[in-house]
């Protein structure tokens, strides 16, 4: 798996903490990393963008971000009223493969969900995972309504013969409500994938050092992790 792709269900699910998190565990695992921003919006050219949060969380790894658009708006649209060229899935895989020859896992974040268009032709972050033929992991939210938005994901990447690797929950509540602890049963159910994983709620506002030092509880062993979908069930009374 040297090239791994990583969506959301939508936008504020978690994407770039999780993408930090899969980081942290394969720097831990000795594994080389690097993290390709496929598309930023809503950042100025001197502010930090998501990926390079994701080397604040994680430490010393590369980073490349293809485009960056001032609104915060999906790409296509952004790109469009700043008069700038958009991104194209074509070069997200070229990217993601240049850095792949030298790197022994490539992360591509996506912005916000699997099908937010990229150009004017309607190109997606799906379209650049058929191109590269990598797997995609699924970044869903927690409560009420995850279901319908990660099964609609699934079903998309299905179509599309493109492997769902599973499903991470981004942001997991201090107190979990019924819905959002049934969904840990059901997530998998309608994603047709497994659960490899949930962060804690406010993950990212760690310090660095304990973010890297917690991140393998937080993702399955499929992620270079220790966390078990069963115990976390058990964990938070999620078991039914």
Request: glycine share 10%; charged share 20%.
């Amino acid at each position: 798996m040297p090239i791994l792709v990583i969506t959301g269900t939508g936008t504020e699910v978690g994407k770039t903490v999780t993408t930090a998190a899969v980081a942290a565990c394969a720097l831990a695992a000795g594994r080389s990393v690097a993290v390709l921003k496929a598309a930023q919006t809503g950042v100025r050219p001197d502010e930090r963008g998501d990926a390079d949060e994701v080397a604040r969380l994680v430490g010393p790894l590369t980073t490349a971000e293809i485009a960056r658009y001032p609104e915060p708006l999906a790409p296509g649209t952004a790109a469009r009223r700043a008069g700038l060229p958009p991104v194209r899935p074509q070069d997200v895989a070229d990217a993601a493969q240049k850095l792949a020859a030298e790197h022994d896992l490539v992360l591509v974040e996506g912005a916000g969900g699997l099908l937010v268009r990229f150009d004017e032709a309607g190109g997606t972050l799906a379209d650049a995972a058929q191109s590269l033929r990598a797997p995609v992991l699924v970044v869903a939210s927690a409560g009420l309504g995850t279901l319908n938005t990660t099964e609609l994901t699934a079903r998309e990447l299905r179509s599309r013969e493109l492997e769902l690797l599973g499903v991470v929950i981004g942001s997991w509540p201090d107190a979990p409500d019924l819905a959002t602890r049934c969904n840990v049963t059901d997530l998998p159910e309608v994603a047709g994938a497994p659960l490899l994983g949930a962060l804690p709620a406010g993950s990212g506002a760690l310090a660095p050092a304990d973010f890297r030092g917690a991140a393998r509880g937080w993702l399955a062993p499929r992620l270079d992790g220790t966390w078990e979908a069963e115990a976390f069930r058990k964990r938070t009374g999620s078991a039914s």
